[in-house]
């Protein structure tokens, strides 16, 4: 059974910083590009960003482009999200996709707020 | 960059009910668009690809349509369990941008 299983949500005050990880088994991430994706509550569907399978190419959403960092670990299997300079406006649940077999994690929780 | 905007945002329909959901991209995408569907509380679940090839074990009262810059979504019998919110994305460069959503709810 694929599982995609995200951490390291939480609170976190404007200006701080959080690292997303997802973590897959049953399902080998390392030939696939992997995406974040992001809903604030009550909101819509955001994609965030994308990687490579072997890590060397990365886009981004304007919106965190500067700010946040996508990474991966083929050898553990995880994706990462790496988020520096939050604000208010990143509140939401994130989920980590494999676009291809629509394979999504249950998302965390980011919630930032003073 | 490319946007996607969805009409309606909103609707309300009978059991039954023919329903079509518009999604259409500032520039043109080609066939790479993507619909998916989440119900309240549950991640979103792919519905479409390639604007109009059904997803496996979606069932046939789905179907999409559209190529360029004008894309629809069709359930052509509307079902209870149909209840949720509908996103377009387009997926042929980054950033893979969603529609904003049409929610769906039975009259």
């Not at chain 1, 946040?68 to 939401?92: C, V």
């Not at chain 2, 059991?15 to 991640?43: E, F, H, M």
Request: aromatic fraction near 12%; include cysteine; glycine fraction near 10%.
């Amino acid at each position: 059974e694929v599982q995609l299983v995200e951490s390291g949500g939480g609170l976190v005050q404007p200006g701080g910083s959080l690292r997303l990880s997802c973590a897959a088994s049953g399902f080998t991430i390392s030939s696939y590009w992997m995406h974040w994706v992001r809903q604030a509550p009550g909101k819509g569907l955001v994609w965030v960003s994308r990687i490579s399978g072997d890590g060397t190419t990365t886009h981004y959403a304007d919106s965190v482009k500067g700010r946040f960092t996508i990474s991966r670990d083929n050898a553990k299997n995880t994706l990462y999200l790496q988020m520096n300079s939050l604000r208010a406006e990143d509140t939401a649940v994130y989920y980590c996709h494999y676009f291809w077999s629509d394979y999504w994690g249950q998302g965390t929780l980011v919630t930032v707020s003073s | 960059d490319i946007q996607m905007t969805q009409s309606p945002s909103s609707l309300s329909a009978s059991v039954g009910d023919r329903l079509t959901i518009t999604c259409r991209a500032s520039q043109g995408i080609s066939n790479y668009l993507a619909w998916y569907q989440q119900k309240p509380g549950k991640v979103p679940k792919l519905l479409i690809y390639s604007a109009s090839t059904l997803q496996s074990g979606v069932p046939s009262r789905f179907s999409g349509s559209g190529s360029g810059t004008d894309f629809t979504l069709t359930i052509s019998s509307l079902q209870p369990e149909d209840v949720a919110t509908y996103y377009c994305q387009k997926y042929n460069s980054a950033p893979l941008t969603f529609g904003g959503g049409t929610k769906v709810e039975i009259k």
